[in-house]
């Protein structure tokens, strides 16, 4: 799919108990100046994986992106909003090694699928809240991303039912501190929907009506959230897409088209690559 690139693994971007975080950052051969960088931030539930599941954002760099797959701290050994500390974290640090690197630092795209979509989700919605900053990586720079792309995340917790809500063992109950009944308020503070504002990043969010572990309408209540502020959001709904997973390779067919890569495309090259109007 792309024709190489120069490899950068196990960067260090901060450090979180006693823990050294980092990243695995990807960029073009021989581009014609500084690259846009796509944050790509891995999903499993806030419990499983880590950022050599990176499968969607790779084309991109024969597009003249570089590609950044991040670590970050997992449940149960760390609740929220430890995880959004260090997506935050690996933002600066790519910010203040532009240079070494050849990146465009002012250009930083968010891009997640499931839990890592939430977590883009909470990029995008919080580059102003210096309470949800964290101490870890590189203080003084700014964590704020121009763009996120979204992909099937939950965007209001404090929504979900059922047993994943109420199952101390789940993967929701591990992130949020415990059962939702008893930390409505850790899973307010821990959603998307909680933040949206008319200074929110552009948003483009993407979810299959057949999805069945995160439905359709947690994407939905985040586009009307940021819409109702006055964001930048267009939300695009694939039709037959399930839950892209781990456990599924990326082969679902509804999710494989044309259409939905044009659309990331375009999306990124608009707010990522275009040089600002004057």
Not at 9 to 15: A, N
Not at 57 to 65: H, V
Not at 68 to 89: G, T
């Amino acid at each position: 799919m792309h024709s190489g690139y120069v490899a950068h693994r196990d960067l260090v971007y901060g450090h979180a108990d006693g823990l050294e975080l980092t990243l695995d950052l990807y960029l073009p051969r021989g581009p014609i100046r500084s690259v846009p960088i796509i944050l790509y931030i891995h999903g499993g539930g806030w419990r499983a994986l880590d950022k050599g599941w990176c499968p969607y954002p790779m084309r991109f760099l024969d597009l003249e992106y570089a590609v950044a797959s991040i670590d970050y701290r997992l449940v149960p050994q760390a609740a929220f909003p430890a995880q959004l500390h260090d997506c935050k974290a690996a933002v600066r640090w790519l910010r203040a090694h532009a240079d070494e690197y050849g990146l465009w630092g002012d250009r930083i795209g968010a891009w997640g699928d499931s839990a890592g979509g939430h977590l883009a989700a909470m990029l995008g919605v919080t580059g102003d809240r210096p309470e949800l900053e964290g101490d870890s990586g590189t203080p003084g720079v700014s964590s704020a991303v121009q763009a996120v792309c979204d992909w099937f995340g939950p965007a209001d917790l404090a929504s979900i039912a059922g047993e994943m809500a109420e199952d101390p063992e789940s993967f929701l109950a591990q992130f949020i501190g415990g059962p939702l009944s008893q930390n409505r308020e850790s899973a307010r503070a821990a959603s998307p929907v909680s933040y949206a504002s008319a200074g929110a990043a552009p948003f483009l969010i993407m979810h299959g009506d057949v999805d069945r572990e995160v439905p359709l309408s947690q994407s939905v209540a985040l586009y009307e959230a940021l819409w109702q502020a006055g964001a930048d959001v267009r939300l695009h709904v694939v039709h037959g897409g399930a839950h892209l997973s781990y456990l599924r390779r990326p082969t679902d067919i509804p999710w494989q088209t044309q259409e939905v890569w044009q659309m990331v495309e375009a999306f990124f090259w608009r707010h990522l690559m275009c040089d600002p109007a004057p």
